[in-house]
Structure formats: C-alpha cells, structure tokens
C-alpha cells in the first residue's frame, strides 16, 4: 500500500475542519430582543426562557434564558420559526407566543435569513391557571382525552386560548388576568354535547370564570352527555361555495334553542344536541348580509322540516344554501329611551308566509336581513306592550315597510304592560306636558303615556293614570 506524506495527510484534515467550520456557520442569523411587563416597555422582566421552535412539529430547536435587563439573543439557522417566552414557575406571569397569543396555532412566525438579525420584543401578562377534568356524565363518568377546552373572553366572545384533556380526561390552561367563558368543545364526529362551564350549551348563559394573579383556579370540571350529531355543508346559491362562520341552530317543536355551532373553512358542520326532534336554522354572524333560513329553505320556522336526532348517531347531508339579502337596522327603547335587550322584532311579509325575527343586543339594536318584499315589523318582549312599526298597536294601523335597499330606523319604544308600574314622576311628567312646560320633550315617548290612544297626552289620560293610585 501507498503510503501518503505527512504533509498531504495534515493538509487534508486541515482542510476539512475549515469546510465543517464553513458548513456549521452558513446561512445563520439571529433573533434578539426583551422580554418586558405588557403594562409597560419599560420595566423589564429576567429570567425567561425563550425557546425557538419548529413551525412543523412545534419541538424547540434551542431554548436560551435572558438577561438581567430583559434582553436575549439567540442564533440560529436561517428559517421559520415560533418564538415562545416562558417565566420562571414561580413568576406571576404567564407564558405567551410572540403575536400577543396564548395559543400556538395563532402565534406569529418569524423568518430568519443568513446574516439576518430579526427583533422579537413579547410583553408578558400577570395571571394564573385554570384546570379540571372532563368525564361523561352517566356513570361509570368514564372521563373523556383528546377534548378540546376553550377559554373566551367573557365580554367579547374572542379566542384566547385553549388546551387539549390527556388520558385521564384532565387539562390546564395558562390565562391572563380577566374573566373568561370556558367551553368544551367535543370532537366533530363525536356523540358527546359541546358545553359552557357550568352545565350550559348558550354562551349568554355561560358562567364567569374570574382567573387573577397568581391564581390556580381548580376544579372547573366538565360533565357531557351523550346526544347524537347533525351535519351538513353550507354553501353560496350563486356560486356554491363554500360559507364558513355560519351559525347553525336547533330549536325543539315549541322553538326553544337547544344548541348551535359555526361552519367551518370548508362550510361543513357539526352540531351536537340531545335526543329528539329539531328544526334548524342558519344564519350569517360576520356581516355579509345571508338571509336567515331554516332547513329545508324556508323563511317559516311552522314549516320547515323536522329531523329527527337518535342517541348515539349521527345525520348528515342537512345542507343550507344561502341567498343574499338586504339589510335592515334599528333600535328597540323602553321608557326614558333606555334601551331594550331581548326583544324580539318580527318583519311579517305581507304576503306568503316570509317570516324574520332577531333579537335585541344590549344597547337595544338589532339587524334583520331580508329577501326583498314588503313587511309589517313588529316588536314584542315579556313584561311591556308589543309594538308594530312606526307606533301602532294593531297591524291596521302599522306602516308597511318596502324593502328593496339598505334601511336603518325601523325603530320601536316599547311602554310598560302592567299600568300599576306608572309611579308619581310619570304623572307629574303628563302634567308637564299638558301646561307645556315640558323643556326637553323630545326626549319623552308620547305613546307611552297615551292611555286612550289617540296620538297625543290630553287630560282624559292624565285621569287614567291617577285612578291608578287612587286604587
């Protein structure tokens, strides 16, 4: 065998470690930044665990703690990346994705190329835990893995983070300081009931769950019935595609809410709710005026189709197909213009059976999309007198309304049912308004002190509301 020269071999090793050298270090940048108190930039917090992870399998790739001042920096690969600060355990703060998120899959990615320094700057919040355990809620309460629990703002419905049971049934989830709506939510296909902590499927009746600093809230446990699902697609009628953001309701025979859902990117469905017997309805959350329908194409919840929910089982290709419509607005008033929630305004076509309702939000406002028509609308809530547009009491005296563009001002001010209710003040209100001192009457709903309905406060209904108290 050939022997080579010293020379040539410690050339060749030499050599090499200047490519590995070279091949280690190509195509890296960095990724810099301070880890601070959201309140402000300024008040710095040490000790936090940054870790760069991979978009793909969410596993780190390096993990560096900062500084005293807050700072970090860290070197890494050109690439894609999550970048993910975590605190100290006995930290008041919570650990938080860059993006302003609590959950991954909404974090903001971050690019690195070769040469490249890239500033990552993430504000932690103060907050606690919640966590608890999800089971069935027939005995054996055999627990449920692989749920998904959601954590949503209390006063505005917004995601803000969610975590997955394991094998026991159990979860945890970091929060910031707030108050939250928690939901768990089962699998699509699942024959579990989706609900809201504690013991509701309806968000507005969803219980407040308080988490503040350094809180670990326990025990916020989930118990689900068994139920069946109901499935389907929703699509555009004009185009066919699909409508993600639907919201899909089940009403039992006497029209009581008994569950709902959201379509999906690929406008399919899944809504869980108890045995028995449904009608369903669709409609557009996310402004892009769909008029409201029930299953199978109807306007009238009398006569849309029943569907039949089995324990255990599923039904599918319960499909809505959505024309688009017009867009009508207003605002329902009580006494003093206080506003109204909960009201239900009715538009009544004034042929066929085209009927829409909506409910009031808490400033008193609804929106109501229709098909293009003419329409009676009309206002009614337990404990005042129903209303039709503009004022009436009767649909002989009502306005009808033709709907062929955008409205807004179909307004209602709904008076008190029960005359008991009419104290002193309202008297010396009529008084008022008879002497023609009254300085702000605009403000004063007229309907409501006009006892014998004639559009107007004269002394017979002044007489009226005194018998009241002489009684």
Request: proline share 3%; hydrophobic share 40%.
């Amino acid at each position: 065998m050939m022997k080579r020269s010293k020379p040539f071999y410690f050339f060749f090793i030499a050599l090499l470690l200047t490519a590995s050298t070279n091949i280690l270090w190509a195509g890296t940048g960095t990724i810099s930044g301070k880890i601070y108190d959201d309140v402000s930039f300024n008040i710095s917090i040490s000790n936090v665990n940054i870790s760069i992870l991979n978009i793909s399998t969410h596993e780190p790739l390096t993990t560096v703690r900062n500084q005293q001042d807050g700072t970090y920096t860290v070197k890494i690969p050109e690439g894609t990346y999550i970048v993910y600060a975590i605190p100290e355990e006995t930290s008041l703060y919570v650990p938080k994705y860059f993006g302003g998120v609590y959950y991954i899959g909404f974090a903001k990615r971050i690019s690195v190329s070769s040469g490249q320094d890239v500033t990552v700057n993430i504000g932690l919040s103060t907050g606690g835990q919640i966590s608890g355990v999800v089971y069935e809620d027939v005995y054996p309460y055999a627990t449920i893995s692989s749920l998904t629990v959601i954590c949503y703002d209390y006063y505005t419905d917004e995601f803000v983070s969610l975590a997955w049971t394991n094998t026991m049934g159990a979860y945890q989830i970091d929060l910031p300081v707030g108050d939250y709506k928690i939901f768990a939510q089962a699998q699509n296909n699942s024959i579990y009931i989706s609900e809201y902590y504690e013991d509701t499927f309806d968000s507005f009746y969803a219980k407040k769950t308080n988490i503040s600093a350094g809180q670990t809230l326990k025990n916020i446990d989930f118990g689900l019935a068994i139920g069946g699902v109901i499935s389907g697609s929703v699509l555009d009628f004009e185009e066919l595609t699909a409508i993600a953001f639907m919201r899909i309701e089940a009403y039992d025979m006497n029209g009581v809410l008994q569950g709902y859902t959201t379509s999906l990117d690929d406008g399919t469905y899944f809504l869980h709710v108890p045995e028995g017997s449904y009608k369903l309805r669709a409609y557009d959350t996310e402004n892009r005026n769909y008029v409201t329908v029930f299953y199978e194409r109807t306007f009238d919840f009398r006569n849309a189709v029943i569907i039949d929910v089995e324990k255990g089982y599923g039904t599918g290709n319960k499909n809505f197909i959505l024309l688009k419509g017009i867009k009508v607005v207003g605002i329902v008033t009580g006494v003093n213009q206080a506003p109204l929630v909960n009201v239900i305004v009715w538009a009544l076509a004034t042929s066929g059976n085209n009927q829409h309702w909506a409910k009031t939000l808490s400033d008193g406002s609804y929106e109501i999309i229709l098909p293009e028509a003419s329409y009676l609308f009309y206002a009614e809530c337990s404990d005042f007198l129903p209303q039709y547009y503009q004022y009436a009491t009767d649909p002989e005296d009502a306005t009808i309304v033709n709907v062929d563009h955008n409205l807004s001002g179909i307004d209602f001010q709904l008076g008190i049912e029960n005359e008991d209710q009419y104290q002193l003040k309202d008297l010396v209100t009529m008084l008022q308004l008879l002497s023609g001192v009254m300085i702000n009457q605009q403000a004063i709903s007229v309907s409501y002190f006009d006892q014998n309905m004639n559009n107007h406060v004269d002394m017979a209904d002044v007489l009226h509301i005194m018998l009241n108290f002489v009684e």
